[in-house]
């Protein structure tokens, strides 16, 4: 059982900052890679940014929407993730949502994966 909790979003004006952040919990033994999406109601899901916990830059990853204005971030000791939103435009309006793959150990003892996410939390860019 992991849960992923987001916060952070708001309404904004175009060309503001924010700040979101998604809290992992849970019985797990690792987390691999987390990530944010994005979503608008009736549309697909998009990546917006993923990072290898423990890892290197090299293996973070942007939208090209996005790419010189987010910037994400990890802090492996409190299991959290964050995304810096810098020059918010109108288009980034959506439901931003947590995304964390890991491993857990089960009933049985033995490490099996999980792929969580969170229930999003809203950011509203004005224009």
């Known amino acids: 059982q992991v849960q992923l909790v987001e916060s952070g979003g708001a309404v904004v004006q175009a060309g503001d900052s924010l700040r979101l952040s998604c809290e992992a919990s849970?019985?797990?033994?690792?987390?691999?890679?987390m990530g944010w999406y994005r979503k608008l109601p009736g549309e697909q899901r998009e990546l917006v940014a993923s990072?290898?916990?423990?890892?290197?830059?090299?293996?973070?990853n942007y939208a090209d929407s996005v790419l010189g204005r987010f910037t994400i971030s990890e802090d492996n000791a409190k299991n959290m993730v964050f995304l810096e939103m810098n020059t918010l435009k109108p288009e980034d309006t959506a439901a931003y949502i947590c995304?964390?793959?890991?491993?857990?150990?089960?009933?049985?003892?033995?490490?099996?994966?999980?792929?969580?996410w969170g229930q999003g939390t809203q950011v509203t860019v004005l224009s």
């Open positions: 990072i290898a916990s423990g890892g290197t830059i090299e293996f973070e």
């Open positions: 995304n964390a793959k890991g491993k857990y150990r089960g009933s049985d003892y033995e490490k099996r994966n999980f792929d969580s």
């Open positions: 849970g019985n797990f033994t690792s987390i691999h890679v």
